[in-house]
């Protein structure tokens, strides 16, 4: 019988920084990832001299605390910033706009009409919003207006982050704009006062990826994070004991069966839904009932002369209603040059999300059949690409739909009645990779503090049949 301080189940981004917290605070940690290789939907291919990332292609930062994870797990010498450059594009009508960034940019884009101007400026004279689970579609078109709305928002949720602005949560999907209202009563007047009362606090905006592409960060944490990673090893079942928690799983060629002071997971939602079911079926059931976006991440690499577009920004997204099907396209050998070998480029294009979920069954060919005409209507392409690489992604992104903040405080009062259980996953906090290395190192922090606030005692192995009941949690989902 093996005993840790934390086992940690699940090998995405998620579970690899929160082992990684807790080992460089001197807790022994063991991780568990039923496939082959960590790292989840993070990892970066090499074909035809292209570096091909399957999911997230960057890191976009703002935080300090971002900064000093990715030095102590020593990687600050293989970050790789983005090349110069920061515009980025929305398809208007039939070409390709700027989306401005600035005040003097946002008066004078032909994005916008004059009307949808004037609307952005009296944003400071619209009142507080009184429901708490208003979607984001009334919360920008309330504050901001519909034009704002459906030209630079839309394409943002739905590119991004594979959401609905129809369904989404405001206060989910985007808790620092909603917070900005709540405390200040104004997104730009809060906007304004929380930049002079944070300077010198936060890191200055940067977006980058490491030399080798995205993969490096979660291979780095694997094999540098200073805990045991276990490939090829499924958790099949959890029950609490006195003093932490037993985890038994198995492998191709063992089983194993681990008492750990604290457990973490860092699954799936149906993944943790089907661990908790016979202790907590309404955990299960909130769990259970989180949406998924499926995503095809299709990469075209052209030769640089049959690209007639200057390709000089980062990209452009798509709104709704475009007669487009794609959701966006990242330009990634405008981004980071050494990813495209020498005279070619390296288009990425997404398809799926909320907005096309049939997408999630598309072949190769109906794939390059939708992003094709996209690229050679508003890149001015020519001919086949030279490299065609599509990842799929059929549960790619959690949607932060309906009812979402009521459905995460439903669950956290059911974690209050599994001390030392913790859900550690991207439908909870965030799905970029930043607000994934803070919501571990909160959850890392958190974890220290049940350690530190109980003496080590050895464990007493009880049936979880032996439990008391479990009192179900208040509110409801509609």
């Known amino acids: 019988m093996s005993e840790r301080d934390v086992v940690v189940v699940g090998g995405g981004i998620s579970g690899l920084a929160t082992a990684h917290c807790l080992a460089r605070s001197g807790l022994a940690v063991e991780l568990w990832e039923r496939a082959p290789r960590v790292g989840g939907k993070i990892h970066t291919a090499r074909k035809d001299g292209y570096c091909l990332d399957s999911a997230a292609s960057m890191v976009m930062n703002f935080r300090s605390e971002v900064d000093a994870f990715i030095e102590t797990a020593g990687l600050t010498t293989s970050k790789l910033p ?57 919360f920008v078109g309330r504050r901001l207006g519909r034009e704002f709305l459906e030209k630079v928002f839309e394409p943002y949720l739905a590119g991004p982050l594979a959401s609905d602005v129809d369904h989404a949560e405001a206060v989910s999907t985007m808790p620092r704009l909603s917070a900005l209202e709540t405390r200040y009563g104004s997104l730009a007047l809060g906007a304004l006062l929380h930049r002079f009362l944070s300077r010198g606090s936060t890191a200055r905006p940067q977006a980058f990826t490491f030399s080798g592409g995205m993969g490096t960060l979660t291979d780095s944490l694997a094999h540098n994070g200073g805990f045991r990673v276990r490939n090829n090893l499924r958790a099949n079942e959890i029950w609490p004991v006195n003093g932490g928690w037993m985890v038994a799983g198995t492998g191709d060629n063992e089983s194993r069966t681990v008492f750990a002071r604290q457990l973490v997971l860092s699954t799936p939602s149906a993944a943790a839904a089907s661990l908790v079911r016979s202790l907590d079926p309404l955990l299960a059931e909130l769990l259970g009932g989180i949406e998924y976006a499926p995503i095809k991440v299709v990469h075209t690499g052209f030769e640089r002369a049959r690209v007639g577009h200057a390709l000089g920004g980062s990209g452009f997204l798509v709104p709704r209603h475009s007669g487009f099907e794609c959701n966006g396209c990242l330009w990634i050998s405008s981004l980071f040059p050494g990813h495209a070998p020498a005279g070619k480029v390296l288009l990425t294009s997404y398809l799926g999300g909320a907005r096309n979920p049939a997408a999630r069954d598309w072949d190769q060919a109906r794939c390059l059949d939708a992003v094709a005409p996209m690229l050679r209507n508003l890149l001015a392409t020519r001919g086949e690409p030279d490299m065609l690489h599509i990842e799929s992604h059929p549960s790619a992104l959690p949607l932060y739909h309906g009812r979402y903040s009521a ?16 859900l550690e996953a991207n439908y909870r906090g965030g799905v970029s990779v930043r607000d994934r290395i803070l919501c571990a190192q909160t959850a890392a922090r958190r974890i220290l503090r049940q350690q530190q606030a109980k003496p080590a005692k050895a464990a007493i192995w009880l049936d979880s049949r032996e439990l008391p009941d479990i009192a179900p949690a208040t509110g409801t989902l509609s």
Do not use: W
Request: one cysteine or more; proline letters at 8%.
């Open 82 to 138: 983005r090349a110069p450059g920061n515009k980025r594009y929305v398809l208007d009508a039939s070409c390709l706009q700027e989306v401005p960034t600035g005040f003097g940019e946002l008066l004078k884009t032909p994005l916008l009409s004059t009307s949808g101007k004037l609307r952005l400026l009296a944003e400071p004279l619209i009142a507080r919003g009184k429901d708490p689970h208003e979607n984001v579609a009334a």
């Open 407 to 422: 459905r995460l405080a439903q669950m956290a009062a059911r974690l209050e009645q599994l001390p030392g259980l913790h």
